[in-house]
């Protein structure tokens, strides 16, 4: 027994504004944008996306995000560094949002979303519905990445008391804040209808 | 009864493609995918009146966050208060233009933008205009909305305040508290504007 969907009706849905037209329409009846059946091209799209993400992954850890000069002599903290530092400043709740936001969604992201794809190209055991709901939680977590960034930002704003203590914002800053941006379009270009798909030409 | 009519009742889980009929969901209800739990609609009583007051209000708390200090900090017998425009021309004063324009974009300009086109838009649908402009406005907030990060740089506000408190001795200002009624005025806002209901208001209304 096969659901019933768009497709299989000879349907789509129109990405933006969710009406049903016949898949044969160029253009969505109601809003204009493009109508597709499912995202063009979106799993070499998304693959093209995660490998550039990963390249941006290096130089966003090793570079400085942020320099700290204090009383003549500068600091450069990388994001890690950050995160070290915090510790040994017993600012473990800190250390841990840090932590979280700028290593461990990011690296999950990533790992999450390459996974995906490759479950598109060789199928996997798990359920279509497990890894739909996996998806969608990478895609909801991805801009909280930004939090380390936003700190910086802060933290450049607020401390410049004369030369005594100035806070300067390092090139990893943007490298990172350019991470979040493209992974965050490789999970919107995503789409995990593939999955079902997928798994209805299995049963077939 | 046509088939054009009854098409628009139709609707496509964004996630696994399954076709409902929505024809039967009332105001206060909600619906999800019943193959893989996706959110489908949320029908909120008075909805486009909530979406009208809440985004006014945020519109009127993010003024106020643009034009009072946001934090001061105090060391060595030295303060620097700083606004939220400020901020980003100290960012871009330190040599990263592309930094101070990101972070502009995230936390000010695209949040702002976005709540003054939902204001619009609410009013327009609360009033039941025909008009020619709604729709665009529909598309613009659609778009937008996934890169606004009002949320995200509030959580990242609090952490900067427990990262310094050693350091020196940090204070918040009007601007503080403004833009955190902000963020959540502007998610009740958006909360309120259902993707299909929107759409398919809107689509009667076509003049
Ligand atoms: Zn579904």
């Known amino acids: 027994m096969s659901r019933v969907t768009a497709a299989s009706k000879g349907l789509a849905s129109c990405h933006l504004c969710q009406k049903v037209a016949s898949v044969e329409l160029d253009k969505c009846p109601r809003c204009g944008t493009a109508l597709h059946s499912r995202k063009s091209n979106s799993l070499n799209r998304t693959l093209a996306l995660l490998c550039t993400a990963t390249i941006l992954y290096i130089p966003a850890n090793i570079w400085p995000i942020?320099?700290?000069?204090?009383?003549?002599?500068?600091?450069?903290?990388?994001?890690?560094?950050?995160?070290?530092?915090?510790?040994?400043?017993?600012?473990i709740p800190v250390a841990v949002i840090i932590f979280i936001a700028s290593v461990m969604v990011p690296v999950g992201k990533l790992l999450s979303l390459f996974y995906l794809c490759w479950t598109l190209k060789s199928g996997s055991s798990v359920s279509p519905r497990q890894r739909t709901i996996a998806y969608r939680?990478?895609?909801?977590?991805?801009?909280?990445?930004?939090?380390?960034?936003f700190v910086v930002s802060i933290l450049v704003a607020?401390?410049?008391?004369?030369?005594?203590?100035?806070?300067?914002?390092?090139?990893?800053?943007?490298?990172?804040?350019?991470?979040?941006?493209?992974?965050?379009?490789?999970?919107?270009?995503?789409?995990?209808?593939?999955f079902w798909d997928k798994e209805a030409e299995n049963h077939e | 009864m046509s088939m054009h009519t009854h098409s628009?009742?139709?609707m496509a889980c964004p996630?696994?493609?399954?076709?409902?009929?929505?024809?039967?969901?009332?105001?206060?209800?909600?619906?999800?995918?019943?193959?893989?739990?996706?959110?489908?609609?949320?029908?909120?009583?008075?909805?486009?009146a909530h979406v009208v007051a809440f985004s006014i209000s945020a519109l009127i708390f993010f003024v106020l966050a643009c034009c009072f200090p946001f934090m001061s900090f105090k060391s060595s017998g030295m303060e620097s208060v700083m606004t939220l425009p400020q901020a980003i021309t100290q960012i871009?004063?330190?040599?990263?233009?592309?930094?101070?324009?990101?972070?502009?974009?995230?936390?000010?300009?695209?949040?702002?933008?976005?709540?003054?086109?939902?204001?619009?838009?609410?009013?327009?649908?609360?009033?039941?205009?025909?008009?020619?402009?709604?729709?665009?406005?529909?598309?613009?907030?659609?778009?937008?909305?996934?890169?606004?990060?009002?949320e995200v740089f509030f959580i990242g506000v609090l952490?900067?305040?427990?990262?310094?408190?050693?350091?020196?001795?940090?204070?918040?200002?009007?601007?503080f508290w403004s833009y955190a009624a902000f963020a959540i005025f502007f998610t009740l806002a958006l909360s309120n504007l259902d993707t299909f209901q929107t759409w398919k208001n809107l689509e009667e209304l076509e003049p």
């Not at chain 1, 002599?73 to 995160?83: A, C, F, N, P, Y």
């Not at chain 2, 995230?106 to 649908?125: C, K, R, Y």
Request: charged fraction near 15%; include cysteine; aromatic fraction near 8%.
């Open chain 2, 159 to 175: 952490v900067s305040l427990f990262k310094i408190a050693d350091m020196a001795t940090v204070g918040v200002g009007i601007a």
């Open chain 2, 15 to 48: 996630s696994c493609d399954h076709l409902y009929d929505m024809s039967g969901l009332e105001q206060g209800q909600q619906a999800r995918c019943g193959t893989c739990n996706h959110l489908l609609a949320t029908y909120r009583e008075h909805a486009y």
């Open chain 1, 66 to 91: 942020m320099i700290t000069d204090q009383f003549g002599s500068s600091i450069e903290s990388t994001i890690l560094g950050g995160v070290v530092l915090l510790i040994q400043m017993d600012s």
């Open chain 1, 137 to 149: 939680i990478t895609e909801l977590i991805g801009k909280w990445s930004m939090i380390d960034v």
């Open chain 2, 92 to 150: 871009k004063g330190e040599g990263m233009w592309d930094l101070a324009i990101l972070v502009a974009c995230f936390i000010l300009i695209i949040p702002a933008l976005v709540m003054a086109l939902t204001a619009a838009l609410g009013i327009s649908l609360l009033a039941g205009w025909r008009n020619h402009w709604a729709k665009d406005v529909a598309k613009l907030i659609f778009h937008l909305q996934v890169w606004s990060m009002v």
């Open chain 1, 158 to 194: 607020l401390v410049h008391i004369g030369k005594i203590l100035v806070i300067r914002p390092g090139i990893a800053s943007i490298t990172f804040a350019a991470l979040v941006i493209v992974t965050m379009i490789a999970s919107k270009g995503f789409d995990p209808r593939l």
């Open chain 2, 8 to 10: 628009d009742d139709q």
